[in-house]
């Protein structure tokens, strides 16, 4: 063999052998290929397969036996779930073709093997997360009820810590409200129990129980205090106070059945016994209405109790201010009587005698209604406002018929009096006349106003007026009266006037004596008399004695006055 033949044999076997390496690496890289992409199906199915949709499904199924729209719900993504199942398997069969094809090196079968695979894979995952999502909405409210049973824990230790420590100031209730917390401590156990067992409606309504029954002990705590204060303290204080007033108005004889107190305190101190009893068991539903309507009736009971005293007090002294009115009318009438008999046309009083014996018949009627009155109030068998009512009804008739007896009354004392007034003024006003006319006479004044002459006149006159006016039949007391007040002012100053021209003229004439001392001795003195001589002639006093003051004053001009008075 010559060597260009080796080498030639050499080359193919080498070449050869070089074709089964890359023949060799091709497998093994498709092979590799396909291995990494089966095992990624691999994965994917493994995601799939490992979600607990069955457990899910138990969980689901059980919470929703109460209610019949979930259950079908839930069955039907039961029946989801077996298709996804049958898939499931299916594709599990699928990956161990694959798997064998990729081994015997049939790569092509094994490549259409897994795209199918993927498909089905694709479908799964969007089957599965959808039956997942819908079963994670129950787990999100197992997670939710969990939360609310943990917050629940809390709220509860809190309140119990919070009864424990005003476990005092609870007082009566305190047990009670322990049993209310045991009570809460059972609904926990209920409720973990119904959650181990999937009855989650159950458990939501244990837990609702809790927290409401929290609520109401924490409310209650609150209000406890305030109601044991009323229930042991004020509100049999009250009762106490009631009932002795009521014992007292007994005692004092005043009618009070158709008040129907007995009763009414006996409901409120069964009320009072069935708040107590409710308040030792932590109840507090309704006591504190029960409270407020048990004081307002108690308030009630005292105003009216406190009426019927107040009027049976009341109707007591109208009864004995009616027979004090009774007695004045009586006497009253009499001296009207009287007076009309003796001389009724004079006083102007008219036909009184069908209206007084109307008055005696109404005395008569006024007595015997004070006694049934004065029977009443000791017999106790009358409320005393009735009685009150009555007595002021008695004591009304009784003013109104006084008041009508007064008015004649009035009349006749007004005539009677103003008749005996005239009479005694006119004699006074006849003695003031007679004084002046016996001055001016006494006096001798030189000069008397023109005018003094006619208010004597005036003044006889008023007098003449006076007489003819209490003569008259009936007499008319205004007219009089305004008669005899003129009368008195024109009189009385007519008098005052000629007094002062009286003393004044007689101070003009002290005067003048005691200057004529110094007449011979004062020229001065000697013209100013004169002047106040010729002044006072002519009747100007008041000039006279400013002139014979004025003269004096220039000797004695600190006590002129004195000098002229002790000279007189």
Known sequence: MDRTTQILIIAGIVIFVVAIVVLISIRKSHKKNL???????YVRFTAVKTVPLAFKLNKAQAMARKSEELSKSVEAYFSKYEETEKKINEIQNMLNDADDNANDIKYKDSLEEMSRVSEKLDECEKEVKEIDDFLNTFSKQENEQREYSTRLKEKYRVVKTTINKNSQKLSITYDGFLNKLSECEDLFSHSEEMMYASD?????????????????????AN???????DTKGVLPLMLDETKR??????????YIEHLDIDNKIAKIEKDLSDDVKKLTMAEVDGIRENITESKDMLNQLNEQLSDENRS???ARETNERAYEHISDMEKVEYYVRVAYDKDSARFGLGNLKDILKQMRDNIAKYKDEYKQISSDLGSCIKPASQILSDVEKLDNDIETDMKQLYSYKTTIDKSTDGESR??????????VVSEVETKIAEYKLPTINESYKNDLKKARDYIAQIRTATSQIPINIEELNKLLDEAIDFIYKFYNNINNVVGMSVMVENAIVFGNKYRSTFPEIDRELSKAEFQYLNG?????????????ETLFPDNADEKILENA
């Open 312 to 314: 049976y007090k009341q």
């Open 35 to 41: 291995k990494k992409q089966l095992d990624e199906l």
């Open 245 to 254: 007033e009521l014992a007292l108005t007994k005692q004092r004889g005043v």
């Open 540 to 552: 100007e006093y008041t000039k006279a004695l400013k002139t014979a003051i004025t003269c004096m």
């Open 223 to 229: 209000a406890v205090p305030k109601l044991i204060k």
């Open 200 to 220: 989650y409606i159950n458990a939501e309504n244990s837990l609702e129980k809790i927290e409401a029954l929290l609520e109401e002990i924490k409310n209650s």
């Open 422 to 431: 005239a009479i005694t003024q006119l004699t006074k006003l006849q003695l």
